[in-house]
């Protein structure tokens, strides 16, 4: 059984940067779509950006407003999963969650996600940016 734990989060000023790590446990890990979801307080969950483990990291997705500044990324020797978060802009504020689905399928991990299409979560961290 698949688990994760996240960490990583804080509170930055704009501008700043900060780097997410999602700790992958269980024997799937290479057939799993990684994902990173936020979501901020009185707004639905929003996935950020996601990749395909299987494809070594040529396969991901990024929603717009992150497009350029973040980038997720994997260490499959250590079966983790980053997110860098640069550039950080108020707005990026949000409780952070890393979600994996298993699915070796690369066009349905590289897209933008609802909540449903993930089946395990970590526990979230929290990232603050003040202006």
């Known amino acids: 059984q698949v688990q994760l734990v996240d960490s990583g989060g804080g509170s930055v000023q704009a501008g700043g940067s900060l780097r997410l790590s999602c700790a992958v446990s269980g024997d799937t890990y290479s057939w799993m779509c990684i994902g990173w979801f936020r979501q901020a307080p009185g707004k639905e969950r929003e996935g950020v950006a996601t990749i395909s483990i299987h494809t070594g990291g040529g396969s991901t997705y990024y929603r717009d407003s992150v497009r350029n500044r973040f980038t997720i990324s994997q260490d499959n020797a250590k079966q983790m999963v980053y997110l860098q978060m640069n550039t950080l802009k108020p707005e990026d504020s949000a409780m952070y969650y890393c979600?994996?689905?298993?699915?070796?399928?690369?066009?349905?991990?590289?897209?933008?996600?609802?909540?449903?299409?993930?089946?395990?979560w970590g526990q979230g961290t929290q990232v603050t940016v003040s202006s």
């Open positions: 979600a994996a689905r298993r699915s070796l399928s690369a066009s349905w991990c590289a897209r933008e996600h609802e909540r449903s299409d993930f089946d395990t």
